[in-house]
Nanobody, 127 residues
Framework: QVQLAESGGGSVQAGESLRLSCKVS????????LAWFRQPPGMEREAVAS????????YYTDSVKGRFAISHDNVENMVFLQMNGLKPEDTAMYYC????????????????????WGQGTQVTVSS
C-alpha cells in the first residue's frame, strides 16, 4: 500500500513562504492522485491542491490560487507544496494524501475511502 510522510511545516509571519514536502513510498500505481489537504483548528478538513501524476493536471481551492503551487517528482516519488504570501488563515495541519483518481466535481476535490494519508505537518502563520 501507498505510504506518505510530510515535512516542512513551521511557524512564520504573514507574507513569508514555506515549502512542504511529502515522500511517497510502498506500492505505487502507474497513475494516481496526489493532494494536499489542511484542517484548521475546530474546522473541517479541506482540499488545498492536487496533481494527477499521469497528466500533470492540477487543482487548487480558490483561497490559495496564485499563492500556492503543487508539483511532483515522479522519479523520487515526492510531492511538494510551495506556499507563498502566507496568511494567518492558512494556519492549519497540512496533510499529504494519495488516491486512485483526482475527482473534481463542482469545483471540489473528492477523495474516497481508499485514500491514504500522511501524519500531518503543522503550519502556523502569525500576523
Amino acid at each position: 500500500q501507498v505510504q506518505l510522510a510530510e515535512s516542512g511545516g513551521g511557524s512564520v509571519q504573514a507574507g513569508e513562504s514555506l515549502r512542504l514536502s511529502c515522500k511517497v513510498s510502498g506500492y505505487i500505481p502507474n497513475r494516481y492522485c496526489l493532494a494536499w489537504f489542511r484542517q484548521p483548528p475546530g474546522m473541517e478538513r479541506e482540499a488545498v491542491a492536487s496533481i494527477d501524476t499521469a497528466t500533470g493536471s492540477t487543482y487548487y481551492t480558490d483561497s490559495v490560487k496564485g499563492r500556492f503551487a503543487i508539483s511532483h517528482d515522479n522519479v523520487e516519488n515526492m510531492v511538494f507544496l510551495q506556499m507563498n504570501g502566507l496568511k494567518p488563515e492558512d494556519t492549519a495541519m497540512y496533510y499529504c494524501a494519495a488516491d486512485r483518481e483526482c475527482t473534481v466535481i463542482l469545483g471540489k476535490l473528492w477523495f474516497g475511502s481508499s485514500a491514504r494519508w500522511g501524519q500531518g505537518t503543522q503550519v502556523t502563520v502569525s500576523s
